[in-house]
């Protein structure tokens, strides 16, 4: 039973295309966050939506838009993709939005951008 | 802003051996710490956590130290098996009102060689 599962797993598409990535957790988690993993391995934090409500916006392009019809569910579209857009995306969830709890991972996008 | 420092970036033993990683934080008001394993391919998963009332945390043949004073804590694994083969990520909390979020260290690819 997957508790936080994302689609699609790879995504390989075309400098300027619009793309989205969807996100469900069976958790009952009140938060959900979206991370970006580039190449060198490094987790970080892009949005956080607690109970749909957005919490947490990092300085992350406009292109980048979240959006969360139900706690359960997030999904992020990325207008006008870039090079630098490549990179595995993570979606996460957790039982509340102080920073203090368990994250869940998904198990990750692959987005490749040519 | 708030950061965390991991080191080292590699870390190359020999199975049986033991393994430390460590990370330094900046805001002093972090009071969680988690710890994260990913292996290649896979989703970043909680191994063990430490929250800032504790000093020391074990699980079997893992372990957590806090210095709250210093602003480091480190990850001890002990009798490496090559199923420990993966990247480690340090976290620690960082809360601002009643949202928080996770601030991540650089991650240290663990290797053990058999």
């Known amino acids: 039973d997957t508790a936080v599962s994302q689609t699609p797993k790879y995504l390989v598409t075309q400098m300027g295309n619009d793309k989205s990535i969807k996100c469900e957790q069976n958790?009952?988690?009140?938060?959900m966050y979206w991370y970006k993993q580039d190449s060198k391995k490094f987790l970080k934090i892009m949005f956080s939506y607690n109970n749909k409500e957005l919490i947490i916006n990092e300085t992350v392009p406009n292109r980048f838009s979240p959006k969360s019809p139900d706690k359960a569910h997030l999904n992020l579209h990325i207008n006008s993709l870039e090079l630098g857009d490549s990179a595995v995306y993570f979606c996460?969830?957790?039982?509340?939005?102080?920073?203090?709890?368990?994250?869940?991972f998904g198990p990750g996008t692959r987005l490749t951008v040519t | 802003g708030e950061n965390v420092e991991q080191h080292p970036s590699t870390l190359s033993v020999q199975e049986g051996d033991s393994a430390v990683i460590k990370c330094t934080y900046s805001d002093s008001a972090s009071n969680y710490f988690p710890w994260y394993k990913q292996e290649l391919g896979k989703r970043p998963q909680l191994i063990i956590d430490i929250r800032s009332n504790v000093g020391e945390k074990k699980d079997q043949r893992i372990a957590v130290t806090l210095n709250k004073t210093a602003k480091h804590f480190s990850l001890h694994i002990t009798e490496t098996q090559p199923e420990d083969s993966a990247v480690y990520f340090c976290a620690a909390s960082h809360t601002s009102g009643n949202t928080g979020k996770l601030i991540f260290g650089q991650g240290t690819t663990l290797q053990v060689k058999p």
């Open positions: 958790l009952g988690h009140d938060t």
């Open positions: 996460a969830s957790s039982q509340g939005a102080s920073g203090s709890y368990e994250q869940y």
